[in-house]
């Protein structure tokens, strides 16, 4: 805490806010790619997931819930959304559209490769909770391996994953000539 109580709270409540921002705009290629002839399936994703990013921030935003104890639900509040966001769009894709054209519109692979980045990066973040790795191994960890660090980390590769998949979903979309 740099400065006090109530600034710290102000900027970490930014911090998720952010995060949930950066969640949300990440949908658009997804459901884009997911539903390509279908823009009224699309346009409802987008909706559903804008209304979960706002029910996530409104709980953020509850001065309660930027308490260090809390940690553990804002980390289930954010995978919450998280799978939301994306597991279900793809869900109803591979219902709709069979799950080996789902798979090759979207970079199945490297979107997978994304969400297994941020399933570690939301296990750290509930493990820093309890201060894993860092209160088990005092000292160990103070310049490299710090749990905070290891999810920065994991989101970092987790957004490489993705810019990838976003990539082969564009080069697989436009090279197919996909028409509605």
């Known amino acids: ?4 109580e109530a600034v710290y709270l102000s900027g970490i409540k930014a911090d998720f806010h952010g995060v949930l921002a950066l969640m949300w705009s990440s949908v658009f290629p997804l459901v884009h790619y997911v539903f390509p002839c279908s823009p009224y399936t699309r346009d409802a994703y987008i909706s559903l997931t804008g209304l979960l990013a706002a029910l996530c921030a409104a709980a ?7 308490a260090v104890d809390l940690g553990h639900h804002r980390a289930a509040l954010f995978g919450a959304f998280g799978l939301g966001a994306f597991v279900l769009p793809i ?3 591979a219902v709709v559209e069979g799950v080996g054209e789902v798979w090759e519109r979207v970079g199945g692979g490297w979107v997978l490769a994304t ?6 990066a ?3 973040y509930w493990a820093k909770v309890d201060q894993f790795p860092e209160r088990w191994f005092p000292k160990t960890f103070d310049l490299l391996g710090a749990s905070h660090q290891i999810m920065h980390v994991m989101v970092l590769a987790a957004a490489l994953a993705y810019a990838k998949a976003v990539v082969f979903a564009f080069d697989y979309r436009h090279g197919r000539g996909l028409e509605c």
């Open 122 to 124: 939301v296990s750290v």
């Open 60 to 66: 953020t935003a509850r001065p309660d819930l930027g």
């Open 1 to 4: 805490m740099s400065h006090s």
């Open 115 to 120: 969400a297994g980045c941020n399933l570690i």
């Open 91 to 93: 869900g109803h894709g």
